[in-house]
């Protein structure tokens, strides 16, 4: 089972994309764990951006992006979701999504599991 992140591309600097990431197999991987979106720029080490509750209700975020970006779910689609707005150049990276069975404010990426490929960010004019 991994965790399928979609919906990347090329913006311009205060763009917008909304980051989608779906369960490549068993629904189970997302309705009991919480699940979170990281980031990882050339030569850089993955970076936590946010995560969500079981339930949706909790959300947790690094501090670079809180009032930009905004993380849900909906578990009845199996999906959870990134908005990302006022994109800047230093945005740029992967993103991933992942699960884990820890609290939303686990941001060590070695207590997640199910990664998958990543979807590509630029903010570029």
């Known amino acids: 089972v991994q965790l399928q992140a979609s919906g990347g591309g090329l913006v311009q600097p205060g763009g917008s994309l909304r980051l989608s990431c779906v369960p490549s197999g068993r629904a189970y991987v997302f309705t009991d764990k919480v699940i979170a979106w990281f980031r990882q720029a050339p030569g850089k080490e993955r970076e936590f951006v946010a995560a969500i509750s079981r339930n949706g209700r909790r959300t947790n975020y690094v501090d670079s992006v809180k009032g930009r970006f905004t993380i849900s779910r909906d578990n009845a689609k199996n999906t959870v979701y990134l908005q990302t707005n006022s994109l800047k150049p230093e945005d740029t990276a992967i993103y991933y999504c992942?699960?884990?069975?820890?609290?939303?404010?686990?941001?060590?990426?070695?207590?997640?599991?199910?990664w998958g490929q990543g979807t590509q960010v630029t903010v570029s004019s």
């Open positions: 992942a699960a884990t069975p820890n609290d939303i404010q686990f941001r060590w990426s070695v207590g997640y599991d199910y």
